[in-house]
């Protein structure tokens, strides 16, 4: 069961991290219309992707939190027993920005709500961007030490 849950919440991770990465592309875009592969992944209607980025921040978030419990007990001990303090230490941020990220979620929603006022261009952006870091952060994080366990004796 728990692989099942690794799975799942693999596969919502990557589908966050599609859609946060095309709505900070799309916020950074600086010129209109080119036909670079970069331009056009970036050429997406940002303000679509709020509502989907929330509700698969959330239910990964909760497929995290489901599955922490077996990280604890297994994989954790694993690593501090083999001395792997700084797999534990990224693993504690991952958990922090995971919070930090739920707590932002009200701000950025609010901030993404239509209508688009033109003076809050700014800080939907920053807020896409930020958000679009901590999900690349624990995306990667969680990847890595779930692999970690498997090779490690």
């Given at each position: 069961?728990?692989?099942?849950?690794?799975?799942?919440?693999?596969?919502?991770?990557?589908?966050?991290?599609?859609?946060?990465?095309?709505?900070?592309?799309?916020?950074?875009?600086?010129?209109?219309?080119?036909?670079?592969?970069?331009?056009?992944?970036?050429?997406v209607?940002?303000?679509?992707?709020?509502?989907?980025?929330?509700?698969?921040?959330?239910?990964?978030?909760?497929?995290?939190?489901?599955?922490?419990?077996?990280?604890?007990?297994?994989?954790?001990?694993?690593?501090?027993?083999?001395?792997?303090?700084?797999?534990?230490?990224?693993?504690?941020?991952?958990?922090?920005?995971?919070?930090?990220g739920?707590?932002?979620?009200?701000?950025?929603?609010s901030?993404?709500?239509?209508?688009?006022?033109?003076?809050?261009?700014?800080?939907?952006?920053?807020?896409?961007?930020?958000?679009?870091f901590?999900?690349?952060?624990?995306?990667?994080?969680?990847?890595?030490l779930?692999?970690?366990?498997?090779?490690?004796?």
């Amino acid at each position: 069961m728990i692989i099942a849950g690794l799975i799942v919440h693999g596969l919502l991770a990557v589908f966050l991290l599609g859609a946060v990465t095309h709505q900070a592309m799309s916020v950074l875009k600086r010129t209109p219309a080119r036909s670079s592969f970069v331009d056009k992944f970036g050429a997406v209607n940002a303000a679509s992707y709020t509502t989907p980025i929330i509700a698969l921040f959330l239910v990964t978030a909760i497929g995290g939190a489901l599955l922490y419990p077996q990280y604890r007990l297994d994989v954790r001990p694993t690593l501090e027993d083999l001395q792997m303090r700084a797999a534990n230490g990224v693993f504690e941020i991952k958990e922090h920005l995971a919070a930090i990220g739920l707590g932002m979620l009200p701000i950025y929603a609010s901030a993404w709500k239509p209508p688009l006022a033109v003076d809050q261009a700014a800080t939907r952006k920053y807020l896409t961007l930020i958000l679009a870091f901590l999900v690349w952060w624990n995306f990667l994080v969680g990847h890595v030490l779930n692999n970690l366990k498997g090779l490690v004796p």
